[in-house]
């Protein structure tokens, strides 16, 4: 060989990581897509079919004596979660109103009881709706109409006295209620932990899921969206079992400690923590809810190496007190979605060298990206092969008319590589969209078409993306009547429902508006007061705490004298959500949610500096 080859050789990695600096990245992402592909494959072709519980079976006949969960003082082993979930399924099956195959509804908060019920239920092949346990009254109506449940399996506390709300529509839908506790003294409300200790731990047999095709409804999550009220998207066996795939995908293995404090009703909580567990044999590390003041020690105590996040989660843990010891822990993975760029480097500069691998996917959509690159910022890295598998693309989007802009064709625009665009992915196949349980009018409203070409079908994901001159794809905003709030979606329409059935309030607006230093946007209302009326602080403020769930609450209200619509009598938002809660900048009275003082307070210049400046907490 020549000096010259030898030479060009020598000098070909380095010109190759100036011309393509990803692109080893790259092929090593190609690579995990493929083994990922080969390996779902190779289980959508096992006979009998191949399910998430079945992985499970997996896991518990080779680790039997491994902790599968730890809550607290209490641990329990592979096996151990195999033994109480059959007897939760026998406890089950001895009732008369319950068969294998219904469906039954989960309102609980994070527990053990929690995973071995799910698990139960799974070994009778039922359904499982996962219901969000902060939601009351109409909203949690509307999410039993949505499933229509045979049982709805609560927990004590506060999740009882919801149900006791509205036991007498229960009844009349035929739902039993059963109380994971050992005594309830409330007539048609069962204690039922008292019948599951007694119950037999024999396993089940595979007949009585024998009905299940990979089609069939596996969980229903519920997800705030442009209506106003929660949807359920209802996720199919097929769909669960791509979810075993997120953490491993991620380097996570058998060897890791997972900390879940994230809901498990949430797609988070549910399908990464406990689903990608049950495919890694991980020990999860669980939590009723996060606690920024615990969260390290925690992760000290049980040797966690894997975390998860959203952005507040991030946002939060840098705000707490340093200490000498941040940086000594085991977490070597951070994995999640929505973290700030600026937060993103405070947590890596305080807390050590940690790979965070954010993502972006939604409960119902089809389509998601890694940032396997680990750029700051971005929500991805799009190539070919990602693209040819699961095609999608941005499109313009114009923000007034709440619509994507159409050429003179009818045929959608794409963004310009730079610019921000709607993501919009082609619905097929490999990537189907299965759409809202009992509600074709907001699954019909996600499916946009003529897209790129007459007769086409693609998934309107509603968030404004943007992909730099490198490839890597970052989230912009949302569009519609939807914001983001302390990790939670907001639906306006519910909101401004609930505020329009107060006593006092005729109309309202409601938006989400941006503080600094915080995730996401908080809610404020515009609204109008009735005709001989006046705005009654004290009324209204109890009024949205007992119908909304804290991240759901307007912190502001901007009182109007007419809210504005546009020539489609659509509510105008855009103008409203610049001029934000600025005393200053709105003429409007203006008034902000005192938990102290438990009314809303006129928001007054000193109050409003003591909110941008964090002095008042949100």
Same mark, same amino acid.
């Given at each position: 060989m020549s000096e010259s080859c030898a030479l060009c050789l020598l000098t070909l990695p380095f010109a190759l990581r100036a011309i393509c600096p990803y692109l080893w990245m790259d092929i090593l992402y190609f690579w995990d897509l493929l083994r990922i592909l080969v390996k779902f494959v190779s289980r959508r072709r096992r006979r009998p079919l191949f399910f998430v519980l079945d992985r499970f079976f997996e896991q518990t006949a080779a680790f039997p004596h491994k902790p599968f969960v730890v809550f607290g003082h209490e641990s329990y082993s592979f096996a151990e979660a195999d033994k109480r979930s059959n007897k939760v399924a026998n406890a089950l099956l001895a009732r008369p109103e319950f068969k294998a195959g219904?469906?039954? +509804?989960?309102?609980?908060?994070?527990?053990?009881?929690?995973?071995?019920?799910?698990?139960?239920?799974?070994?009778?092949?039922?359904?499982?709706?996962?219901?969000?346990?902060?939601? *009351?009254?109409?909203?949690?109506?509307?999410?039993?109409?949505?499933?229509?449940?045979?049982?709805?399996? +609560?927990?004590?506390?506060?999740?009882?006295?919801? $149900?006791?709300?509205?036991?007498?529509?229960?009844?009349?839908?035929?739902?039993?209620?059963?109380?994971?506790?050992?005594?309830?003294d409330t007539p048609g409300i069962e204690s039922f932990a008292d019948k599951v200790d007694e119950a037999s731990d024999a396993p089940l047999p595979r007949s009585l899921r024998s009905h299940i095709t990979t089609e069939s409804p596996a969980v229903y999550i519920y997800t705030s969206g442009t209506t106003g009220l929660p949807k359920a998207a209802m996720v199919n066996q097929n769909r669960l079992l791509t979810a075993l795939t997120v953490l491993c995908s991620n380097g996570v293995s058998s060897s890791d $400690?997972?900390?879940?404090?994230?809901?498990?009703?949430?797609?988070?909580?549910?399908?990464?923590?406990?689903?990608?567990?049950?495919?890694?044999?991980?020990?999860?590390?669980?939590?009723?809810?996060?606690?920024?003041?615990?969260?390290?020690?925690?992760?000290?105590?049980?040797?966690?190496?894997?975390?998860?996040?959203?952005?507040?989660?991030? *946002?939060?843990?840098?705000?707490?007190?340093?200490?000498?010891?941040? /940086?000594?822990?085991?977490?070597?993975?951070?994995?999640?979605?929505?973290?700030?760029?600026?937060?993103?480097?405070?947590?890596?500069?305080?807390?050590?060298?940690?790979?965070?691998?954010?993502?972006?996917?939604?409960?119902?959509?089809?389509?998601?990206?890694?940032?396997?690159?680990?750029?700051?910022?971005?929500?991805?890295?799009?190539?070919?092969?990602?693209?040819?598998?699961?095609?999608?693309?941005?499109?313009k989007y114009d923000t007034e008319r709440d619509e994507p802009v159409r050429d003179s064709n009818g045929l959608c625009v794409e963004a310009p590589k730079g610019e921000t665009g709607l993501l919009v992915s082609k619905i097929t196949h490999i990537a189907p969209f299965v759409g809202y349980a009992q509600n074709e009018e907001q699954t019909e409203k996600k499916r946009l078409r003529d897209v790129l070409k007459k007769g086409d079908l693609y998934f309107n994901s509603g968030d404004l993306m943007r992909i730099d001159k490198d490839n890597f794809i970052y989230f912009q905003d949302r569009v519609g009547d939807t914001f983001r709030w302390k990790g939670e979606n907001v639906a306006t329409t519910e909101v401004s429902d609930i505020l329009t059935i107060s006593d006092c309030l005729d109309e309202a607006n409601v938006y989400g508006v941006k503080v600094p230093g915080h995730e996401g946007r908080i809610g404020m209302a515009a609204?109008?007061?009735?005709?001989?009326?006046?705005?009654?602080?004290?009324?209204?403020?109890?009024?949205? $705490?007992?119908?909304?769930?804290?991240?759901?609450?307007?912190?502001?209200?901007?009182?109007?004298? +007419?809210?504005?619509?546009?020539?489609?009598? /659509?509510?105008?938002?855009?103008?409203?959500?610049?001029?934000?809660?600025?005393?200053?900048?709105?003429?409007?009275?203006?008034?902000?949610?005192?938990?102290?003082?438990?009314?809303?307070?006129?928001?007054?210049?000193?109050?409003?500096?003591?909110?941008?400046?964090?002095?008042? /907490?949100?």
């Open positions: 219904d469906t039954a +509804a989960l309102f609980m908060g994070n527990h053990p009881a929690f995973l071995f019920t799910w698990l139960g239920l799974a070994k009778c092949g039922s359904p499982v709706a996962l219901l969000n346990h902060n939601i *009351r009254s109409k909203s949690l109506l509307h999410c039993l109409g949505c499933c229509r449940p045979k049982v709805l399996i +609560a927990a004590s506390g506060t999740s009882l006295s919801a $149900v006791e709300d509205i036991l007498p529509s229960l009844r009349e839908q035929g739902v039993t209620v059963l109380l994971m506790t050992q005594q309830c $400690v997972i900390y879940l404090n994230l809901p498990l009703y949430h797609t988070a909580g549910f399908f990464i923590g406990f689903i990608g567990s049950i495919e890694t044999g991980s020990t999860i590390i669980l939590k009723r809810k996060f606690s920024a003041s615990q969260f390290w020690d925690d992760c000290r105590k049980y040797n966690v190496t894997v975390i998860q996040y959203i952005g507040e989660v991030m *946002r939060y843990l840098c705000s707490t007190p340093k200490r000498e010891n941040d /940086k000594d822990h085991k977490v070597r993975l951070a994995i999640g979605n929505g973290v700030r760029a600026d937060i993103w480097r405070e947590f890596l500069s305080r807390f050590g060298n940690i790979q965070v691998r954010e993502f972006y996917a939604s409960t119902e959509g089809n389509v998601g990206f890694l940032n396997y690159v680990g750029k700051i910022g971005a929500i991805g890295r799009v190539n070919f092969l990602h693209w040819k598998l699961f095609p999608y693309t941005l499109v609204v109008t007061v009735k005709d001989g009326s006046h705005f009654d602080r004290s009324k209204t403020y109890s009024h949205v $705490v007992n119908y909304l769930p804290s991240y759901a609450r307007p912190r502001f209200i901007r009182i109007q004298k +007419a809210v504005e619509v546009t020539g489609t009598f /659509k509510q105008k938002k855009v103008k409203l959500v610049e001029e934000g809660f600025d005393p200053g900048c709105v003429q409007d009275p203006l008034y902000f949610l005192d938990d102290n003082e438990k009314q809303y307070i006129p928001l007054t210049p000193q109050v409003y500096f003591s909110i941008i400046s964090g002095e008042i /907490k949100l």
